[in-house]
C-alpha cells in the first residue's frame, strides 16, 4: 500500500458517510471551524498534488503549521508523530477536488469493506442488545486482556475493531494485528474481529472524538475510551482522551466507555483494572516490553504464551 493511499481511504470514508461531522475533504474556512470545536475531531485534509486526484477545478490554502499544532495536537512541537505525518507533503492543502476514473476500482475496495462491517454490525444488533466496540492497535497483552474481561462483563458482545490503513514506522502491521486479534476471538466466546480501514493520526483527546463519531456512524451504541487514546511519544496524559470526551458526550449518539487499565496485582496475584481492588502497589504491563520480545523472539511474561508463538512468525 503507497503512502499516499492515505487519501484515496479518506476519500471512501467521507463517500460511506462514516465520518459525523465531515463529507469531503476540508477548505480553509472548514478547518477553522474545527480548530474551535474540539469534539468535531480530527479536520481531514488534502495535500496537493496527490495523484489519485484531479485538481483542476481545486481551491488552494496554506495551513500554519503551529496553529494546527496548538489546536489539532495540544502541542508546539512540531516534530511530534502527528505533524510530521500531517505535513509530510508539505503544507498547501486543497479542496473540490475529483477522483481519478482510474482509481474508481481502488475506492470500492474500500468502499466494500465499510458496507459489509455495518451489514456486520447491523447482524450483531440483532443477536446481541449490548454491544461494545474498542479500538486496538496493538498486540494484546494481559492488561488488555483485564480490560476485554471488564467490557465482557459490562456488555453482551465486545467487538475489536481496529483500524486498518497507513500506519507510522514501528506500528504492528494489519496481518500482524488480524493474527492476534482473531487469536483473541477464540479465546473469548464474547469477542468478535471485524477491522475497518481508515487513518490513524495519532490525535489523541481530538482522536478519541474522531474514532467515537466513526463507530456511531458504522452503528455501534457503545464505544470504549483506552488510556492515551490514540496518543503517541508520552504527549498526553492516560486519562486526557476520557476526560475531554465526557465534557462533550451530548454532541454524540453513542455513549464513551473507559477505565483506569488494566494492571497485575501482586497481593491479589491476577490481572485486574486498576481500582478493582485496594491494594496501591501495581504493575503496570508494557507494551514497547512485549515488542521487544517478539522482536527478539523471547516470551514476554504479562502476555500470552500461544498468542506470541503464533505472532512472531509474522513480526517483521
Not at 487519501?7 to 476540508?26: E, R
Not at 480530527?42 to 496554506?62: E, G, H, W
Not at 500554519?64 to 509530510?88: A, M, W
Amino acid at each position: 500500500m503507497e503512502d499516499c493511499e492515505e487519501y484515496l481511504i479518506s476519500y471512501a470514508n467521507f463517500k460511506s458517510g462514516i465520518f459525523k461531522f465531515q463529507n469531503s475533504f476540508l477548505n480553509e474556512t472548514q478547518l477553522k471551524n474545527f480548530y474551535k470545536k474540539p469534539y468535531l475531531g480530527v479536520p481531514v485534509c488534502l495535500p496537493s498534488n496527490i495523484k489519485y486526484f484531479d485538481y483542476t477545478n481545486a481551491k488552494y490554502f496554506k495551513i500554519d503549521k503551529k496553529t494546527f499544532s496548538k489546536f489539532i495536537f495540544s502541542t508546539s512541537n512540531l516534530n511530534y508523530i502527528g505533524n510530521k505525518k500531517y505535513f509530510r507533503y508539505g503544507d498547501i492543502f486543497a479542496s473540490n477536488v475529483k477522483l481519478k476514473k482510474k482509481y474508481n476500482k481502488k475506492v470500492n475496495f474500500y468502499l466494500t469493506n465499510i458496507k459489509l462491517s455495518k451489514q456486520i454490525i447491523k447482524a450483531y444488533k440483532k443477536k446481541f442488545k449490548n454491544i461494545c466496540a474498542m479500538q486496538i492497535r496493538n498486540v494484546p497483552h494481559f492488561g488488555h486482556e483485564a480490560v476485554f474481561k471488564h467490557l465482557i462483563n459490562n456488555f453482551d458482545l465486545l467487538v475489536l475493531n481496529p483500524i486498518f490503513g497507513i500506519k507510522k514506522k514501528n506500528d504492528f502491521t494489519d496481518n500482524l494485528i488480524s493474527k492476534a486479534l482473531r487469536f483473541m476471538q477464540k479465546k473469548y466466546k464474547k469477542i468478535k474481529f471485524l477491522p475497518i480501514y481508515t487513518n490513524f493520526h495519532y490525535a489523541g483527546p481530538r482522536e478519541a472524538f474522531h474514532h467515537m463519531s466513526i463507530r456511531e456512524k458504522l452503528g455501534f451504541k457503545n464505544f470504549y475510551i483506552g488510556r492515551d487514546h490514540a496518543g503517541a511519544e508520552n504527549l498526553y496524559s492516560p486519562s486526557e482522551a476520557s476526560k475531554k470526551v465526557k465534557k462533550f458526550k451530548k454532541k454524540f449518539i453513542i455513549r464513551s466507555f473507559t477505565s483506569l487499565g488494566g494492571y497485575y496485582c501482586n497481593y491479589c496475584e491476577k490481572y485486574l483494572i486498576k481500582g478493582s481492588c485496594n491494594h496501591s502497589k501495581l504493575i503496570n504491563i508494557s507494551g514497547t516490553d512485549l515488542r521487544a520480545c517478539l522482536k527478539s523472539n523471547k516470551t514476554y511474561i504479562h502476555a500470552d504464551r500461544e498468542l506470541q508463538r503464533i505472532v512472531s512468525k509474522f513480526y517483521d
